[in-house]
């Protein structure tokens, strides 16, 4: 260990709310402050928004819809029908496709997911610092933050507000000004990352539904020794324009077995490279796929796709039994129709609620955005309070796109009422939230339509 010498650090600005992150959670809860007329911030490490959606290269909108007793419906709207409208505008948006005959999910382009995004925010007056990465809090006292300091090409910088959105999807923020959390599940196991890649020059005619095709393809393949797959349950489906598929084939672990921690750098510089080593490997085999003989790698996205780290403990965690069984909750602010998507060692296990007995669907609680210890904090997305097997459904993006609208639609009510996020009135956020579209379950109808 070594001494680092204090030092003075400029104030960049100070804002009423600073959102940490510009993935789903952060988009949507950086909008939904900013609408409130709150002055407001957020702040990325890259140069674009996202989050795993551009910068991991998911390409792809789970849990925007749920089955509801047999009939799917798209329940994740507010912030997100801004955003999908803007992708579609753009071209960048298909039709949502079958999921394992039960699910829809929607893919993007990315390109135009992060033009779509810069121009939302942009609409809305959300300040953005983009290239500016996130490395400490200093505190007022043990429960409020009075700065986040970033590191940036310009040196170090303080960034004051009353209050602070965690999306980082990592709960830095919330770890560093002491928030209690919780790292895998009860052994420390984490879900595994991905390495996703897209190929072009895919013959679609010929490729017909290979998703369907490709896992016999696998076996066969492992069975007469010309490859060996680090997991089964292969995603290969096309985007936006036929010549072009998403590939979501990778599972990235450290030399134990174990998967890559997105919290540890040296297993991170590890699994990017590996992650890219299996996508060759994911690639040579789907070379000798009917209608990918010609493709090739178009992107490689600019890092490791990480699904789980820090969960940071709220008033509630939502759990997988909630999830299982579409659990209703008073203090509703959102809806999650995924279902527990389980990266496990060599597969993907995917538990649903009954259907088309259930509804389909659990409501998210509001305490899940309010941290433990901390009083000028939310957290939202993927880092909010759950339990490893809730997270493992609720971490997509149609859920932490409703989080993130809740988490800042609720700080701009704890400003205009100069309270803290935890002593808001719930009955006037979950009005609120209405009023601006979205659907948080309790007495409302479900909306109609994909
Ligand atoms: C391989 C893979 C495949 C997936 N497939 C799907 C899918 O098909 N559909 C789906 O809906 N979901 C999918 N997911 C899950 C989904 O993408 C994520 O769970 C979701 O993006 C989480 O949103 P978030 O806003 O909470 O966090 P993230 O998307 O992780 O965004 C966090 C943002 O914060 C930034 N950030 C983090 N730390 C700092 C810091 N210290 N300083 C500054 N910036 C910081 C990051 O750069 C990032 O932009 C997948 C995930 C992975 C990894």
Known sequence: MIEEPARRVPVYGEYEAVILGGGPAGIAAAVAAARAGRRTLLIERYGFLGGMGTAAGVTNFCGLHANVHGQMHRLVQGVATELLSRIDRLGGLNAPHLVLGKIFAQAYDTA?????????????????????????????????????????????????????????????????????????????????????FRLNGVDRQKAGEAWRTIPALMEKAEAAGRHKFPRKAAIVRPQRHDAEWRVNFTQVARKDGAAVNGLAPDEMTRGEIDGRRQAIEAFEFLRTVPGFENSYIVDL????????????????????????????FEDSIGVNGWPIEAHVTGDVIFKFPPIPESRGYNELPYRMLVPEGVDNLLIAGRCASMTHEGQSA???????????????????????????????????????LKAQGAFIGRDQPVPVGI
């Open 301 to 328: 996205p600019p890092q490791l796709g990480i699904r789980e780290t820090r969960r940071v403990v709220g008033g509630c965690m939502l759990s997988g039994e909630d999830v299982l069984g579409c659990a209703s």
């Open 112 to 196: 135009a997911y992060k033009i779509a995004a810069d121009d939302l925010l942009g609409h809305h007056k959300v300040d953005i610092l983009f290239h500016a990465l996130g490395a400490g809090v200093v505190m007022q006292d043990d429960k409020r933050i009075s700065a986040l300091m970033v590191e940036t090409k310009a040196g170090r910088l303080a960034v004051l507000a009353n209050i602070f959105i965690d999306c980082s999807g990592d709960g830095d923020l919330a770890a560093w000004a002491g928030a209690p959390y919780e790292v895998g599940d009860d052994q420390g196991h984490l879900l595994y990352p991905s390495m996703m």
């Open 394 to 432: 609720a971490r997509v993006s149609g859920a932490c796109f409703a989080m993130g609208e809740a988490a800042g639609t609720a700080a701009a009510l704890a400003l205009s009422g100069n309270t803290t996020p935890r002593d808001i009135a719930v009955e006037k956020l979950q009005q609120g």
